[in-house]
């Protein structure tokens, strides 16, 4: 059977079966939608639950609409490649995309947005025109190796490093093209020390020439705990001759779980500072959802409220909620807005706001635009009455949003990073010789 390659703009995609015919778009669409269901029954089952069918179909109609199909097959086919092929360990996710179930399907991303209540629009706005923006965390020496792949699969000529200015590299950045990159756009080279600690000379064209030259830009981010983690796996291997599936390991283990109440993360990502390590024995987490939260609110503007989720954590007396139907979306995190998700759930709840108008409200109240806030804010009392709310619930409501709004964080980046923490903290609780062994290396 005949097969062709696709692109997108200058983007080389995976091949696809020639024979489905129709414009190249229609094939990229046809086959991403095809790819995704196939995924999706392999996850959930061949008789998908109705919340999985409808997200998908929503989610790729949004990206259909982006002409953006093409971009998540060939983040699906580097991904997979990269990890059956090279054998490279690839992170759970970053950022808001782990929001997205047809990442999650596609094994772009390994988080269950369903699982932890993420939402898509946080990802993409369906009424905005941006472009979809997936970061990619891998091993160390990961992107190197990977760069290495791309350069053999297309060329050499065809891939090149981002460049800011003339001697500064930002290493994460990689594009791809169907045709030699100094055609489409300005490429310098730079002579730099890889990872690996090699010398070598990278293709690289200007980070502002990029959207310009309608190239779309790949980032590859070596990240050290999945080199600790994927190094503890195979000594438990070697010396245990077990095989662990890293994104499998329970997600309520009581040794793990035991591990972040005593506060002995003092080597484990995210949660090894001093001040981290008090408030988990003050707060004594009972569930992943628990880590998460405190892994959003350790930042700056966020960190009065840990005192206040501790207090109320230990209070035997009820939550008391400025509306009680915001009960399913606060009692997770405590009665506490921690997540911009959240204010963008409790608008669509309170105040019937569309998927595209909480995502315009979460950017508002995040970036305090003065100027639109106002209008927000009527919209949001408007509709709250007309739901049948009192006017003074309301804007106590909004006040309590618009102030917290400016300091919660993406739930969506905190779950994935919270989840990595915790596979550290698994192997130590459960794998404690291997992990220490391990982790003498990078101390000493």
């Known amino acids: ?32 939608e095809n790819l995704c269901f196939a995924k999706a029954k392999q996850i959930y089952g061949d008789c998908l639950p109705k919340e999985v069918s409808d997200r998908l179909k929503y989610e790729l109609k949004i990206i259909k609409h982006r002409g953006a199909s093409g971009y998540f097959l060939f983040l699906q086919d580097v991904v997979n490649a990269v990890q059956s092929e090279l054998g490279i360990w690839i992170g759970s996710g970053r950022g808001s995309a782990a929001g997205c179930l047809v990442c999650y399907c596609l094994g772009i991303t390994k988080i269950d947005p369903l699982r932890h209540n993420l939402l898509f629009e946080r990802f993409l706005n369906p009424d905005d025109i941006t472009f979809p923006d997936i970061d990619i965390d891998t091993e160390i020496e990961g992107r190197e190796r990977i760069m290495s792949w791309l350069e053999q699969k297309y060329e050499k000529e065809c891939c090149a490093h981002i460049a800011k200015g003339k001697e500064c ?121 628990d880590l998460v939260m405190l892994n959003c609110l350790y930042r700056p503007g966020s960190m009065d409220d840990i005192a206040a989720v501790i207090k109320q954590k230990k209070s035997e007396s009820p939550i008391e909620y400025i509306i009680p139907c915001m009960e399913p979306v606060l009692n997770n995190t405590y009665g506490i807005i921690v997540y911009q998700e959240q204010i963008m759930m409790l608008s669509r709840l309170i105040a019937g706001f569309s998927r595209s108008e909480s995502a315009l409200l979460r950017m508002v109240i995040g970036m305090f635009k003065k100027e639109i806030l106002p209008a927000l804010r009527n919209q949001f009392i408007r509709g709250g009455i007309k739901n049948g709310y009192k006017k003074t619930a309301l804007e106590k409501l909004w006040n309590e949003m618009e102030s917290k709004g400016r300091y919660v964080f993406n739930k969506s980046h905190s779950v994935c990073y919270t989840w990595l923490a915790y596979q550290m903290a698994y192997l130590k609780a459960n794998y404690s010789k291997e992990f220490v062994q391990v982790m003498e290396k990078y101390h000493s």
Do not use: W
């Open 1 to 32: 059977m005949k097969t062709c390659q696709i692109t997108y703009l200058n983007v080389p995609i995976i091949d696809v079966i020639k024979e489905m015919g129709g414009e190249r778009k229609k094939n990229e669409d046809y086959y991403l």
């Open 169 to 289: 590299l930002h290493l994460c950045g990689v594009v791809v093209a169907n045709k030699p990159i100094a055609n489409l756009a300005p490429i310098s080279t730079l002579s730099v020390k890889v990872p690996s600690g090699s010398q070598t000379t990278l293709n690289c064209v200007q980070y502002d020439d990029i959207e310009s030259s309608g190239l779309i830009k790949f980032d590859f981010v070596d990240f050290e705990t999945l080199t600790q983690m994927k190094e503890i796996c195979d000594l438990v291997k070697m010396k245990e001759g077990k095989d662990l599936d890293i994104e499998k390991v329970p997600i309520d283990d009581n040794k793990t779980m035991d591990l972040f109440k005593r506060g002995h993360t003092d080597d484990i990502f995210l949660f090894r500072s001093n001040e981290m390590r008090r408030n988990l024995q003050d707060f004594q987490p009972t569930s992943f959802e």
